[in-house]
């Protein structure tokens, strides 16, 4: 079998694959349950998947330009610009006019989004530990260090 790291080669169908050995499918599965194990905390904090992402990538790289967010919390950039719209409203994000582009918006973080995504991040975390129990700190840099050259590979943005 095509271990996928040849390009050209023909893969086997995915009944010969495999939902259980074929990436795509566990990734999949893993998200949807990580998503779950937050949602509750989220809709108690008034947040969606798109809010929380946003707020996410916010507290870790502030004033972005809502092109460049949109690509980091992984949202379509309409429907961002929706959770923006409804964030700026409850106060948890501002946004402002590029110093060096006035047609171009940047995204802050307020200290009330910070404090809105500080009350999510225990939930997250213990998400985060759940997915790794049972597996060492070399077997998960590992893991992280094929995700990223799975990233490296498929990604469209140099960012």
Request: no cysteine; aromatic share 6%.
């Amino acid at each position: 079998m095509n271990d996928g790291g040849t390009i050209g080669e023909p893969l086997p169908d995915l009944a010969e694959i495999g939902l259980p050995n074929y990436p795509p499918y566990l990734m999949n599965r893993i998200m949807g349950r990580y998503n779950a194990s937050i949602r509750d905390e989220m809709a108690r904090l008034g947040l969606t998947t798109p809010k929380m992402r946003a707020l996410a990538v916010l507290s870790v790289m502030d004033g972005q330009l809502i092109g460049r967010l949109a690509v980091h919390a992984i949202v379509e950039q309409s429907t961002l610009s929706r959770a923006l719209d409804a964030l700026q409203a409850e106060g948890l994000v501002r946004r402002e006019t590029d110093a060096g582009d006035s047609r171009a918006t940047r995204i802050w973080i307020t200290k009330a989004g910070r404090a809105a995504f500080a009350t999510l991040w225990p939930h997250m975390a213990e998400a985060y530990q759940a997915m790794f129990r049972g597996i060492g700190e070399a077997e998960r840099q590992v893991f992280v260090a094929t995700l990223q050259k799975i990233h490296a590979n498929i990604r469209k943005h140099d960012f």
